[in-house]
């Protein structure tokens, strides 16, 4: 493990870092080797501020204009956190979400390490999801509830694919 990686598979030490699900390395920033583009749509990308959301977005709708944001609030100490993570993770990989188009973008933020985006989005009760269509927020969740989240991902998913 690198220094600054904190066994998670994201690195510490750079805002807005991505990881992906399958290798758990880390892929820093624009710093994505010509081999790792097929694995860069497969990934749940880390926010440390404000600033780093307004940049992923910004960035994502460039090349598609018309797509699905999710943003996950945890925390490490969030024991319901901790068990809607592998489900969240395992939904890059799932058929029915159309992430291979890039019509899905996953992001995490650590409460305690963004209390801006944390603020801005009021995220008092965790885990808590927000979704995101053409840069505006759509919709929330509240809560490890597995179902729900797969089915606000598909409808929200589907009404992106349906403006392009």
């Excluded at 910004?58 to 024991?79: D, I, M, P, S």
């Excluded at 939904?91 to 890039?102: E, F, Q, S």
């Excluded at 995220?123 to 919709?139: E, M, N, Q, T, Y």
């Amino acid at each position: 493990m690198s220094s600054g990686q904190d066994g998670s598979g994201t690195d510490k030490s750079s805002p807005g870092t991505t990881a992906t699900a399958t290798t758990a390395e880390a892929v820093v920033g624009g710093g994505v080797q010509e081999e790792d583009v097929a694995t860069v749509s497969r990934t749940i990308r880390t926010l440390l501020s404000r600033q780093d959301f307004d940049y992923a977005i910004k960035e994502e709708r460039r090349r598609n204009k018309h797509q699905l944001f999710v943003l996950k609030f945890t925390a490490k100490w969030c024991g319901t956190c901790r068990k809607i993570s592998p489900f969240y993770r395992k939904l890059i990989n799932d058929p029915k979400i159309n992430m291979n188009n890039n019509n899905v973008t996953l992001f995490e933020v650590d409460v305690d390490e963004s209390p801006d985006l944390t603020n801005f989005y009021g995220a008092s009760s965790l885990p808590l999801f927000v979704f995101f269509v053409d840069g505006k927020k759509i919709d929330t969740l509240v809560g490890a509830q597995q179902t729900v989240l797969k089915k606000k991902i598909l409808k929200h998913s589907s009404s992106a694919s349906l403006k392009k």
